[in-house]
Nanobody, 122 residues
């Protein structure tokens, strides 16, 4: 099992930017595909972005494509999510997850962090 700890969330205004980080420990980080999911109050957890083990391939939800960028630093065991042009509808609890393949389904990721809250005011 890999331990994941997210950070970087906060309260921002619409149009602002934030960068989330996810620090991994316990296992070899580069052996895992990584992803970001989010969950807003009263809604189901939804896919945001995923990245392959090497970082060569990335995948995004349509709602964030062109605004968010997922990246990873395997030397630093850290996953990132750069979020630009934030909108109120981006408000949610953001989670990073680790699994064997980069996939849009939450069931593909056995290891999850506790999440970090992002709130975007209009």
């Amino acid at each position: 099992q890999v331990r994941l700890v997210e950070s970087g969330g906060g309260l921002v205004q619409a149009g602002d930017s934030l960068r989330l980080s996810c620090a991994a420990s316990g296992r070899t980080f580069s052996n895992y595909a990584m992803s970001w999911f989010r969950q807003a109050p009263g809604k189901e957890r939804e896919f945001v972005a995923a990245i392959t083990r090497s970082g060569l391939h990335t995948y995004y939800a349509d709602s964030v494509k062109g605004r968010f960028t997922i990246s990873r630093d395997n030397a630093e065991n850290t996953l990132y999510l750069q979020m630009n042009s934030l909108k109120p509808e981006d408000t949610a609890h953001y989670y990073c997850a680790a699994g064997p393949i980069a996939d849009r389904s939450s069931t593909s990721y056995p290891d999850w962090g506790q999440g970090t809250q992002v709130t975007v005011s209009s």
